[in-house]
């Protein structure tokens, strides 16, 4: 598999900021693999967390380029032995008599969710590290995916350090308008 | 005190020091163009004949003072006239605030009369920019701007100010001017390292870029260089931080370097990298470059640390506090053995001096180098793109910072006219702008704006009807063949056109002429041209061949067909 990193930042939660950020990886040729953004449990702040295709030097490149961008607030690599993560799919199989039960054990094996059924067709959850549901896509892929979608990975460190330690961004702003 | 958003700009504006704006009105901006004339006697506003010039006058007043400069243009096409000079800035670091205005809030969206989505257009080439959407942020907008631009590594902003936002009324209360944060200081470790590098190196050279000449670390350049009895060299954007004339001074390196300078960096075992980005212009062919050499690279954007070439010590901060630091630690050597094989390169290239300077035609050098004699120590000296560009940075004797103000990052042609412009008026100085007739066709019609307020700039027109720049690469790699860059179909007489605005003019067609006739031009308190017609098949040399290393830089033309 192709070498790649994951990162995740803290961001002004303001217009435009996603095309900011977005805007940067094309410009500077960066090759995003995925990418998720949402609130935070500060209404101030935005986080989007990045999975990136490259080698060390775009690894460097690529978080120091972000934390240049007047809107992006923090910016730390998630390294997969410290972090925890997680991505969501639902997938769309073909619900056929003939490989129902095979994917009905998938899904039991896999610890995923069929969420819908119809005579057809059958909806399947799945929640894990994108490695996870790699696998699981792989394994069903010959009964006919239909059409799925991926949410993207979202992480946080594990323990006791996470991102905005040094800010406390609404106060700044506040300061700011004075 | 309540007053209008144009107001608000404007009062903002002069509380950050500025006194000088340059712009174009429009529909969008009517109301900030009225805000303007009623402070009409406390702030200077200059009207160029396109939106481009006014952007590239921000420029080259911002780079010959070391000031934010400031344009000012409406929506639509006002706004994306600005691009290309708000993309040469970026490209070059240069601190420069461009306001424009936008059709009213109700109306964005809707595709309207000169409606464009101006911070979408310039997201890659600005620090940042905004839209304002409250009143009551504008002043704070404009201020955090100013700081953007000024922090750090400088850079454009843009501010774009609906013209609902323009007319609505709101308190304003004057606020000091805004200071850039503070930079990042080198740890002591990374000093360390860097003093230890040099200790052990035995052939140091140190190479400068635009980022010394805006961490005014000259004095530093010269104190390090002279205790560890290292060169100096220089990419396009650090001429003019040491003086020409300076024993340890090499020149320019890279494709259209000095010789000395890149064959000295070819065979150093360190380079100290000051403020330069290892640009591909600079570096040839980045796999060859430096291949005996050690990198320290010192500079205030941590991006640029192996960004274009691999480094063994980056240094991200203040150049002039680590460069102090580094100074301290170091005991005063000699390098003898390397300084006697840079006295071997430096006579080397002056012997392709003297075969440029003894050559009996008006060749660039001799025009160059009879203008320079007009020249004080800190005139500003301005180019626009191409060959003509090249000799500049190659002859032309600088003996002063931010003295040189040229579009190296993005090459912009058309950039000369609108910079000597703002260069000029920043400074107060007669300014000389040496152009080509390619470059100056792009731009020539802000000679309006040079007769109007009577800018004391001397316009050198190097005239050879040809694109030179690119013909020279046709003629060397693309089998002479000449695909548009032969201008000998146009007629056009630059001497008539600048008459025709206003502005006396000369010509000087041979050797013979050039004493006298610049003599006449040079006597001129105000603007003046002097179009200079020089042969086509001037080249400029040396060059490197493109993915060549520094070693295999060209210096005559025969050579290199032989």
């Known amino acids: 598999m192709m070498e790649h990193f994951e990162i995740a930042c803290l961001v002004r939660n303001s217009a435009g900021v996603l095309t900011r950020v977005s805007s940067m990886f094309t410009r500077r040729g960066f090759n995003i693999n995925s990418l998720a953004v949402g609130p935070t449990e500060d209404p101030a702040l935005s986080r989007i967390t990045i999975s990136v295709n490259g080698d060390e030097n775009i690894r460097s490149q690529c978080i120091k380029q972000l934390r240049k961008l007047y809107d992006v607030k923090d910016v730390k690599e998630m390294i997969s032995e410290e972090r925890v993560g997680r991505e969501l799919a639902l997938i769309k199989l073909k619900n056929l008599p003939e490989t129902r039960s095979d994917i009905v054990s998938a899904v039991d094996i896999f610890r995923c969710k069929i969420i819908d059924f119809s005579p057809s067709t059958l909806c399947v959850e799945i929640t894990g590290e994108p490695s996870k549901i790699n696998a699981f896509i792989t394994v069903v892929e010959p009964y006919g995916i239909l059409e799925m979608c991926r949410s993207g990975l979202v992480a946080l460190q594990r323990g006791c350090s996470y991102l905005n330690e040094d800010i406390d961004f609404r106060t700044a702003n506040n300061e700011a308008r004075q | ?562």
């Open chain 2, 1 to 562: 005190m309540l007053m209008t958003g144009a107001d608000i700009v404007v009062e903002t504006l002069i509380e950050q020091g500025v006194k000088t704006v340059f712009g174009y009105p429009g529909g969008q901006v009517i109301d900030l163009y009225d805000a303007l004339f009623k402070a009409r006697h406390r702030l200077n506003h200059v009207l160029s004949s396109h939106e481009q010039h006014a952007a590239h006058a921000a420029d080259g007043y911002a780079r010959a003072t070391g000031e934010t400069g400031v344009v000012i243009a409406t929506s639509g096409p006002g706004a994306t006239n600005l691009v290309t000079g708000i993309a040469t800035a970026y490209l070059d670091s240069v601190p420069m605030v461009a306001i424009t205005g936008n059709v009213g809030r109700s109306l964005i969206g809707r595709d309207s009369f000169q409606e464009c989505d101006i911070t979408g257009i310039t997201l890659p080439i600005t620090k940042h920019n905004f839209m304002v959407q409250d009143v009551a942020d504008l002043a704070n907008t404009i201020r955090e701007a100013f700081k953007i631009a000024r922090s750090g590594r400088p850079g454009p902003v843009l501010v774009d100010i609906p013209k609902d936002i323009q007319a609505a009324i709101h308190e304003f209360e004057p606020f000091e001017q805004v200071t850039p944060e503070e930079n990042d200081l080198a740890e002591d470790e990374e000093i360390l390292s860097a003093v230890q590098m040099i200790e052990e190196s035995k052939r140091p050279y140190i190479y400068m870029g635009g980022g010394a000449l805006r961490a005014n670390v000259e004095n530093e350049i010269i104190e390090l260089a002279d205790c560890i009895d290292a060169p100096i060299g220089t990419t396009l954007m650090g001429i003019s931080v040491v003086p020409c004339d300076h024993p340890r001074y090499l020149g320019m390196e890279g494709m259209h370097g000095h010789f000395a300078s890149s064959r000295a960096q070819h065979d150093a075992d360190l380079i100290i990298c000051l403020g330069a980005r290892f640009s591909d212009r600079a570096t040839g062919n980045v796999a060859k470059y430096a291949p005996k050499a050690k990198i320290i690279h010192i500079d205030i954007d941590a991006a640029e640390l192996n960004k274009n070439v691999n480094v063994e010590l980056g240094i991200a901060g203040d150049m002039k506090d680590a460069l102090r630091r580094i100074i301290d630690q170091l005991e005063t050597v000699e390098r003898p053995a390397w300084q006697k094989r840079i006295a071997e390169f430096k006579a080397m290239q002056q012997a392709q001096f003297e075969r440029v300077e003894n050559q009996k035609e008006l060749t660039p050098f001799a025009l160059i180098n009879e203008i320079s004699k007009y020249a004080d120590p800190s005139t500003p000296i301005v180019t626009d793109v191409g060959q003509h560009q090249m000799w500049v940075a190659q002859y032309f004797p600088f003996k002063m910072p931010r003295t040189f103000i040229t579009s190296g990052g993005l090459g912009t042609m058309g950039f000369g006219l609108g910079a000597a412009i703002g260069a000029s008026l920043g400074t107060g100085k007669r300014t000389i702008l040496f152009t080509g007739d390619g470059s100056f066709g792009m731009n020539l019609n802000d000679l309006a704006t040079v007769f109007a307020n009577q800018v004391p700039v001397v316009i050198v027109v190097l005239n050879n009807r040809v694109l030179g720049m690119v013909r020279q690469w046709q003629t060397l790699f693309y089998d002479a063949h000449y695909s548009h860059t032969n201008l000998d179909a146009r007629q056009s007489d630059f001497v008539k056109i600048a008459e025709a605005f206003g502005i006396p003019a000369f010509r000087i067609s041979s050797l013979e002429e050039l004493p006298e006739t610049a003599a006449k031009a040079m006597a001129k308190s105000g603007p003046v041209l002097i179009e200079a017609e020089i042969g086509r098949n001037e080249f400029v040399l040396p060059m490197l061949p493109p993915g060549g290393s520094m070693d295999q830089i060209i210096t005559d033309i025969e050579e290199q067909e032989a």
